[in-house]
């Protein structure tokens, strides 16, 4: 496999070439904006605890078990 690295300013002279080209053939270059995506909403998280919480005690035990 034959890779050729370019440096950056030989590959910008080639696009450049390219683009002058492509207008001189009639080309058109057509600057479109893009459209703005809607902001996401942050969503809170859903925690399963029990109806009557655990206080930070083992889940699934009733808070006066012991």
């Not at 390219?18 to 904006?33: C, D, M, N, P, W």
């Amino acid at each position: 496999m034959n890779v050729v690295y370019k440096s950056k300013s030989q590959v910008r002279i080639e696009t450049q070439d390219t683009v002058e080209l492509f207008l001189a053939r009639g080309g058109q270059i057509e600057v479109v904006k893009p459209r703005k995506a809607p902001k996401q909403k942050m969503s809170a998280k859903t925690t399963r605890q029990s109806s009557t919480g655990t206080s930070g005690f083992a889940a699934g035990f009733p808070k006066r078990s012991i």
